[in-house]
Nanobody, 123 residues
Framework: QVRLVESGGGWVQPGGSLRLSCAAS????????IGWFRQFPGKEREGVAC????????YYSVPVKGRFAISKDNAKNTVFLEMNRLIPDDTAVYYC????????????????WGQGTEVTVSS
């Protein structure tokens, strides 16, 4: 069992930045990767970024590449999503989840989910 808790969401003006955190607890030793996802109202969740536990390799979806950065602090069992140059289209509920395989560009299979943190980008 793995428990994930997201934090760091909130309201920000366009062009601003936020840093989301995903704190993991429980049986985290064998988690291959952690992914960040977002969900717009009435839409399915979409993958945003992921990071592999073994080598720190990362992947970013096209809409966020170059603006978002995913990182991890192994000592704190926490994965971060640094979001820069935010735009209104980034407004969504952001979730982190454990992946059953390493971080890659496709074929994600999610296992445990956090409860989500809301991000609002508006002026």
């Amino acid at each position: 069992q793995v428990r994930l808790v997201e934090s760091g969401g909130g309201w920000v003006q366009p062009g601003g930045s936020l840093r989301l955190s995903c704190a993991a607890s429980g049986f985290t030793e064998n988690v291959p990767a952690i992914g960040w996802f977002r969900q717009f109202p009435g839409k399915e969740r979409e993958g945003v970024a992921c990071i592999s536990s073994s080598d720190g390799s990362t992947y970013y979806s096209v809409p966020v590449k170059g603006r978002f950065a995913i990182s991890k602090d192994n000592a704190k069992n926490t994965v971060f999503l640094e979001m820069n140059r935010l735009i209104p289209d980034d407004t969504a509920v952001y979730y982190c989840a454990t992946l059953l395989g390493p971080c890659s560009g496709s074929g994600w299979t999610m296992d445990y989910w956090g409860q989500g943190t809301e991000v609002t980008v508006s002026s």
